[in-house]
Nanobody, 123 residues
């Protein structure tokens, strides 16, 4: 059983920064490790993914966050990070970490999820 635990959310003013962490109890290598977010009344949406081994290579970003967010992976700590800069009120959401066998922007393609961490950006 894989467990994903997110942390690092909070309240920040527009233009500020936060770094989210997702620590996994199971393997992350060979899987797509992905961040999604869900705002109130909206569907869960893809934010960023980091791919390794069989899942591919490199990082992928949603257009809405490219250039502001950076996803990275620390293999030694089995942790995936999401560095979020130049935050905007529209970034307010619950952020979820997920593990999947391959890259996808569809939440249904991911097998394991964390509990989520709230990010609130005030204007």
């Amino acid at each position: 059983q894989v467990q994903l635990v997110e942390s690092g959310g909070g309240l920040v003013q527009a233009g500020g920064s936060l770094r989210l962490s997702c620590t996994a109890s199971g393997r992350t290598y060979n899987y797509a490790m992905t961040w999604f977010r869900q705002a109130p009344g909206k569907e869960r949406e893809f934010v960023a993914a980091v791919l390794t081994g069989w899942s591919g290579g490199g990082t992928i970003y949603a257009d809405s966050v490219r250039g502001r967010f950076t996803i990275s992976r620390d293999a030694a700590k089995n942790t995936v990070y999401l560095q979020m800069n130049s935050l905007e009120p529209e970034d307010t959401a619950v952020y979820y970490c997920a593990r999947g066998r391959a890259y996808s922007t569809s939440p249904s393609d991911y097998d394991y999820w964390g509990q989520g961490t709230q990010v609130t950006v005030s204007s």
